[in-house]
């Protein structure tokens, strides 16, 4: 696609139930983060994955929340036992290459747990 | 640890004049910096990024000037346009590692 894609755009959910979050990255692009935004704060790193592997995991806030990126393409952010306190936004980002270069960010999935 | 600060949370530009934006650094190890723009309900957009062994870097109606002995960088619009009304982000990384993002400041372009 032209963009990075993340579904779904807002998820509305209960305290306690599991959540995944799904990111289709920039054709081609070989690096791909995730990102969480919370209201009035930058965006703040959770996870790089450098092809299927993840290179750098030493964001995710605890074991709550995991990560998956199986082919090398697609990747899904899960978490569990969701809180009131994961409520944010979730952005999924690009680069064709390393890390620490340019990144081209999706719109974001939009969590409310209640 | 805020290792990138944006201490202006806001900012209000007439249409037309200059918008200066500015952004401090903690850590010397960054060497890559940049420039992020954002609209409501939308992902970041990337504006214009500066190397370490630049201290300027232009892009049309943008400017970014690094200044690495004051761990300081500033982006400057000129001329300021409606259109730029949005969060702009500051954001740094070291050694090609992940991007560490400011807090924001939200511009506003008065007409």
């Known amino acids: 696609g032209a963009g990075v894609s993340q579904t779904p755009s807002n998820k509305v959910t209960e305290k306690g139930k599991y959540v995944e979050l799904r990111c289709d990255p920039i054709s081609g692009h070989t690096a791909l983060y995730w990102y969480r935004q919370s209201l009035g704060q930058g965006p703040e790193f959770l996870i790089y994955f450098q092809g299927t592997g993840a290179a750098d995991d030493s964001g995710l806030p605890n074991d709550r929340f995991f990560a998956v990126r199986p082919e090398g393409s697609v990747s899904t952010l899960k978490i569990q036992r969701t809180e009131r306190g994961d409520s944010a936004v979730y952005l999924c980002a690009s680069s064709p290459g390393a890390s620490g270069n340019t990144i081209y960010f999706g719109e974001g999935s939009w969590l409310t747990v209640v | 640890d805020q290792q990138v600060k944006q201490n202006s949370p806001s900012l209000s530009v007439q249409e037309g004049r200059i918008s200066i934006l500015n952004c401090d650094y903690t850590n010397s190890m960054f060497d890559y910096f940049l420039w992020y723009k954002k609209y409501p309900a939308e992902g970041p957009t990337f504006l214009i990024s500066i190397s370490s062994i630049k201290d300027k870097n232009e892009d049309g109606r943008f400017t970014v000037f690094l200044n690495k002995s004051a761990k300081h960088l500033s982006l400057h619009i000129v001329p300021s346009q409606p259109g730029d009304s949005a969060v702009y982000f500051c954001?740094?990384?070291?050694?090609?590692?992940?991007?560490?993002f400011g807090t924001g400041t939200r511009l506003t372009i008065i007409p």
């Open positions: 954001a740094a990384s070291a050694n090609g590692e992940k991007l560490t």
